[in-house]
């Protein structure tokens, strides 16, 4: 019974003030809104990083020439990945499932009257199934083309749509650096990677690419795909250890190979995209500050305009802890109904922007209800003072204000 008595006085008294109380509100509807609105952009910026690089591969070693350069001066890469080291490490490191030798370079692809310059890759069979790629049409090339250095290329949907537009371009006979190659694959579409295109490329065996577009006897990397539950970390100091044995690097210089591995990368997004996250939510939250702040003062000229009726509720028995209660309890019902209100315009906005931009939005519960329980704290915690500044006044002096 006395809960109902509060409820019907705390919305009267908002009623009796409507625009006043709206404005008061306004500040915590736009501080929860903006919070779960910011959480969201954070996490699905975090959940777009995240997926381009588990998109590049699992359980992924990349391993490249180190710089070469003396007194400080980087002058390039060093030329010593050889096929025979990758053969070594999937033969001599048991955590090793998958090792592709990998050759990279530039070459004018032609098809009828269309040509571009696109970046050719030269790979093993293992390749594509370490990189999470995807034939959407035709097929991988066989370890038999591989060896034989068959003249045989798989394009990505991009290049396939530039070059044949809607003709079907499994079969299809094109020139790479003048070589005639036969298109047997085309992969789904990964995305552009910002320094890479995996979508606006061309697939070959390494061997053909090594021996008949590009004349090299070197990898640009050898990519290794290490088995499940497999500690990255562990696998690298192997790799490492190996690799410089092979090259006969004596112990007190340093490594010629640089290791990227994918669980730092993985571990590297992670915090820069939870400090953006912890930014986002940080300046968001100054809005529901200064909601707060609105909903303190007009508490507080609600105070001194009921002041009468304050002495007159203490003149007939109300206490202090009642009076209290009450001015508490309409700052709390203010934060709380600008905090449900909030929820909705978050959530409204959150998927506005991932429907009309770019931005792909994640909303979670956890915001939500991160959000909700910041409003009624705001409402307990800014409502307070007016209340307490309430319960004390002398009854005798509030009966005499006019």
């Given at each position: 019974m006395y809960f109902l008595v509060l409820v019907k006085v705390a919305i009267y008294s908002l009623l009796a003030n409507k625009l006043r109380s709206f404005l008061a509100v306004l500040g915590v509807i736009i501080g929860v809104g903006a919070?779960?609105?910011m959480l969201a952009i954070a996490a699905g910026a975090k959940s777009q990083v995240l997926s381009s690089i588990s998109a590049m591969g699992t359980n992924l070693l990349v391993v490249r020439p180190a710089q070469r350069g003396s007194g400080g001066v980087m002058s390039g890469t060093q030329q010593n990945l050889t096929v025979e080291d990758a053969l070594a490490i999937l033969a001599e490191i048991p955590s090793v499932a998958k090792v592709s030798p990998v050759?990279?370079?530039?070459?004018?692809?032609?098809?009828?009257?269309?040509?571009?310059s696109v970046s050719v890759q030269g790979v093993a069979v293992p390749y594509l199934p370490i990189r999470n790629f995807e034939i959407d049409?035709?097929?991988?090339?066989?370890?038999?083309?591989?060896?034989?250095?068959?003249?045989?290329?798989i394009l990505g949907p991009v290049t396939a749509a530039n070059l044949m537009e809607t003709e079907e371009p499994i079969g299809a006979t094109v020139k790479l650096n003048g070589i005639n190659f036969q298109v047997i694959g085309v992969t789904k579409s990964k995305g552009d990677q910002g320094w890479f295109n995996p979508d606006d490329s061309a697939t070959v065996p390494y061997t053909t690419a090594m021996k008949?577009?590009?004349?090299?006897?070197?990898?640009?990397?050898?990519?290794?795909q290490c088995k499940s539950e497999t500690d990255l970390n562990k696998t690298q100091d192997a790799v490492t250890g190996l690799i410089r044995r092979r090259h006969r690097v004596r112990p007190e210089m340093p490594d010629d190979i640089e290791i990227r591995n994918q669980a730092d990368l993985l571990s590297t997004a992670s915090a820069v995209t939870q400090t953006f996250t912890v930014l986002l939510g940080a300046v968001a939250s100054i809005s529901l500050l200064v909601g707060g702040i609105g909903i303190m003062n007009i508490m507080l000229v609600t105070v001194t305009e009921r002041t009468r009726e304050?002495?007159?509720r203490k003149a007939i028995g109300a206490k202090d802890r009642d009076i209290l209660r009450q001015f508490l309890f309409e700052a709390i019902l203010m934060s709380g109904l600008g905090g449900l209100i909030g929820v909705l315009v978050g959530v409204g906005a959150a998927k506005a922007i991932s429907s009309l931009t770019t931005f792909t939005t994640v909303l979670s519960p956890q915001s939500i209800i991160m959000a909700m329980l910041f409003a009624a704290s705001v409402g307990v915690f800014f409502g307070y003072y007016p209340a307490r500044r309430a319960a004390q006044l002398n009854p005798i002096d509030a009966l005499r204000y006019e």
């Open positions: 919070v779960i609105a050759v990279q370079g530039r070459a004018q692809l032609k098809y009828l009257d269309k040509n571009s049409k035709g097929r991988l090339f066989t370890d038999a083309e591989e060896d034989r250095q068959s003249r045989v290329v008949q577009l590009f004349g090299m006897t070197y990898l640009r990397e050898i990519d290794i304050i002495g007159v």
